[in-house]
C-alpha cells in the first residue's frame, strides 16, 4: 500500500530565506505527483504536478523535483515571505485515469516577518 | 484549470440530524469524484469514490450507511452525513478530474461541526 511521509512536519523561517520540502513515496510506480497549499480551514491549492517522466516543474519561486526512482520529491521555495505560511501538502496518483489521490500529512510553514 | 464547486463550506448542526453536502464540476463532466476526510493535522484520507449512475464504493472502515453518496449527474455528487454524531466532525472535500485523469481539481471543502 502506498504510503506518502512528509518531512518536516512543521518548519518555522525568517523572512527571505530559501526552504526545502521533503516528499517521500515507498512504491516509486507512479502516474504523477502534486504539490497543493491549504490554508487553515480552506481547501486545497494546487501549486505544482511533475509527471513521472519529468525531472521538475517551475512556477514563480516554487520549484519541484522528482526522482522517482528513490521516491523522492522536493519543494523549493526562494525568498520566502509571511503570505508563504500555510500547510503544503504532498500528493501520488498511482494510475492513470480517474483514480485518488494518496496524500503525505502536510508540513506546516510559517514565514516569520 | 478545471473548476470545482463544493457546498456549504461550513455547517453546524445538532448531533442526530442529516448533513448534505454537495460537489459540482462547473467546466467539464466528471463521471468519478472522490471524498475525503481530513480530521485535524492529519491527511486528506479517501472516503469512497463517487461514480455517476452507479454506486459508490467506499474504503475499508466507511460506513456506507452513514456516509450516503449520491452522483445522479456528471456534474454533481453529494455525500449525506446521515445521523451526524460528534466525532464525525471534521473536513470534507471532495475531488474532481478531467478526461485523461491527468490532474485532480478540489473543491473548496466543508467543515462539519457536529454539536
Same mark, same amino acid.
Given at each position: ?113 | ?46 472516503? &469512497?469514490?463517487?461514480?455517476? $449512475?452507479?454506486? @459508490?464504493?467506499?474504503? !475499508? #472502515? ?33 475531488? &474532481?478530474?478531467?478526461?485523461? $485523469?491527468?490532474? @485532480?481539481?478540489?473543491? !473548496? #471543502? ?6
Amino acid at each position: 500500500k502506498q504510503e506518502v511521509t512528509q518531512i518536516p512536519a512543521a518548519l518555522s523561517v525568517p523572512e527571505g530565506e530559501n526552504l526545502v520540502l521533503n516528499c517521500s513515496f515507498t512504491d516509486s510506480a507512479i502516474y504523477n505527483l502534486q504539490w497543493f497549499r491549504q490554508d487553515p480551514g480552506k481547501g486545497l491549492t494546487s501549486l505544482l504536478l511533475i509527471q513521472s517522466s519529468q525531472r521538475e516543474q517551475t512556477s514563480g519561486r516554487l520549484n519541484a523535483s522528482l526522482d522517482k526512482s528513490s521516491g523522492r520529491s522536493t519543494l523549493y521555495i526562494a525568498a520566502s515571505q509571511p503570505g508563504d505560511s500555510a500547510t503544503y501538502l504532498c500528493a501520488v496518483k498511482e494510475n492513470s485515469g480517474n483514480t485518488p489521490l494518496v496524500f503525505g500529512k502536510g508540513t506546516r510553514l510559517s514565514v516569520i516577518a | 484549470g478545471a473548476v470545482v464547486s463544493q457546498h456549504p463550506s461550513r455547517v453546524i448542526c445538532k448531533s442526530g440530524t442529516s448533513v448534505k453536502i454537495e460537489c459540482r464540476s462547473l467546466d467539464f463532466q466528471a463521471t468519478t469524484m472522490f471524498w475525503y476526510r481530513q480530521f485535524p493535522k492529519q491527511s486528506l484520507m479517501l472516503m &469512497a469514490t463517487s461514480n455517476e $449512475g452507479s454506486k @459508490a464504493t467506499y474504503e !475499508q #472502515g466507511v460506513e456506507k450507511d452513514k456516509f450516503l453518496i449520491n452522483h445522479a449527474s456528471l456534474t454533481l455528487s453529494t455525500l449525506t452525513v446521515t445521523s451526524a454524531h460528534p466525532e464525525d466532525s471534521s473536513f470534507y472535500i471532495c475531488s &474532481a478530474g478531467t478526461g485523461g $485523469g491527468t490532474e @485532480a481539481f478540489f473543491g !473548496q #471543502g466543508t467543515r462539519l461541526t457536529v454539536v
